[in-house]
């Protein structure tokens, strides 16, 4: 009864996040609050989003870490290495994605240094967007399943991890559509959403 009640206040707080967090980053709500403060505050948002995005997660982890958390199991050597440089294969990729999408405006301090700089920014279909629409994500997925250790509530964060990379690239796409139109939806036919395939298509 213990391990359930754990798992449902885990889910359920998971779940409050990820629709704050979708709300937060939906194009209305930005519409809205542009037509607020002006675009002049606006260039901030972004930074201070994900900064809120990550204290906001934290007490997740703390939840993790402090409610009954058994082991579920542990892979033994020689392939909890192989999984461990698969995870970081997993980090590099994800950190050369990064600064092919350009580091300074994921983040958001690009739009606090730069005036000129703004939300939108060109489509970007190198690199790993080649092979995948969003290969943060699947780096992502990579790294956390890759883990040679695994406790419950650890379980319980990486299907809800995953779920969220799931839909949030479905709703994410959904504004990329809104924004560059046709152009957006011809790369959706070319390249697969979360997986890439084995060879590239023409």
Known sequence: MTLLLNSLILTFYFIVYGLVHSWL??????????????????????????????????PFFILQATLTNPKLYTIPSPWR??????????????????????????????QVIKAAVT??????????YRWVRHPLYFFGLLFI??????????LIGYLLFSLYFYFGSIYEERKLVTEFGELYQNYQQEVPRLFPYLTKKS
């Open 25 to 58: 980053a939906s194009l209305s709500f930005k519409q809205w609050l542009r037509e607020q403060l002006g675009d002049d505050l606006m260039r901030g948002y972004r930074l201070s989003y994900n900064i809120f995005a990550l204290i906001s997660l934290l």
């Open 81 to 110: 290495w192989l999984m461990v440089m698969g995870q970081l294969l997993a980090l590099i990729g994800a950190t050369i994605t990064l600064w092919q999408t350009g580091a300074g405006h994921f983040l958001g301090i690009s």
């Open 119 to 128: 939300e939108n920014t060109p489509l970007n279909i190198s690199g790993f």
């Open 145 to 154: 399943w890759l883990s040679p250790v695994m406790y419950l509530n650890q």
